[in-house]
């Protein structure tokens, strides 16, 4: 049972331009968001987070939005750049639980072209 | 400031066999997370560690165990390896339980044959 699902293995994108990377949920009890990215041979590392009392939160060129009914977010990198080329993974916890207890999804493999 | 260490980097075992990865926290922290990482998957939950307990513990079976030391480091123990036990096998580390921010490290590779 996949609680966090991330639907697009990949996504390719011209440097300059946006790139959006989506995640969507299924286990309500989910009030805490992470953004993760790994790249090759290195752990990965925290990039952006949201609370569910929150839709919106921005961190320079990162924001992720979230849209609590669609069991649903997203994660805005603009400009994107070539050095943003990783992989990245959405996470959720539920209060109740540590939040050192993250659920992953599978990840998406963004790859920025010059 | 040192951040998150594992060892050993790779390792490779046959079934049936026992390994103990190792990790130590980023300075400052107290409580330690284990991951597991199949290929192509997100990290999984093993369990957590804090104040040399385990606090919450994911889907795994009882081969998976773990120890916290005084200082703060941790051993993750598996026993009875299995083929699908393969996999980098990832140490986080935070300040108290309740923090979203992990520390990875980068991980023991394990390949079991």
């Known amino acids: 049972d996949q609680q966090v699902k991330q639907n697009s293995p990949s996504l390719s994108v011209q440097e300059g331009r946006i790139s959006i990377l989506n995640c969507d949920y299924t286990n309500s009890m989910f009030d805490y968001f992470l953004w993760y990215k790994k790249y090759p041979a290195e752990g990965p590392t925290f990039l952006i987070s949201?609370?569910?009392?929150?839709d919106k939160n921005e961190d320079g060129r990162f924001t992720v939005f979230l849209n609590k009914s669609a069991k649903h977010l997203s994660l805005h990198i603009v400009p994107s750049q070539p050095g943003d080329s990783a992989v990245y993974f959405c996470?959720?916890?539920?209060?109740?639980?540590?939040?050192?207890?993250?659920?992953f999804g599978q990840g998406t493999i963004l790859t920025v072209h010059p | 400031d040192a951040g998150v260490t594992q060892s050993p980097t790779h390792l490779i075992k046959t079934r049936g066999q026992q390994v103990t990865l190792r990790c130590s926290p980023k300075?400052?922290?107290?409580?330690v997370s284990w991951y597991q990482q199949a290929l192509g998957q997100g990290p999984q939950f093993i369990f957590q560690y804090y104040e040399e307990e385990e606090r919450q513990r994911g889907n795994f079976p009882d081969r998976f165990s773990g120890h916290q030391f005084p200082n703060y480091s941790s051993e993750l123990n598996v026993n009875a390896l299995l083929l699908g036990d393969s996999a980098l096998y990832l140490c986080?580390?935070?300040?108290?339980?309740?923090?979203?921010?992990?520390?990875f490290g980068e991980g023991s590779r394990l390949t079991v044959l």
């Open positions: 996470a959720a916890s539920a209060s109740g639980t540590s939040y050192g207890k993250l659920t």
């Open positions: 986080a580390s935070s300040l108290g339980e309740n923090t979203g921010e992990l520390f």
């Open positions: 949201i609370s569910s009392i929150k």
């Open positions: 300075s400052g922290h107290d409580t």
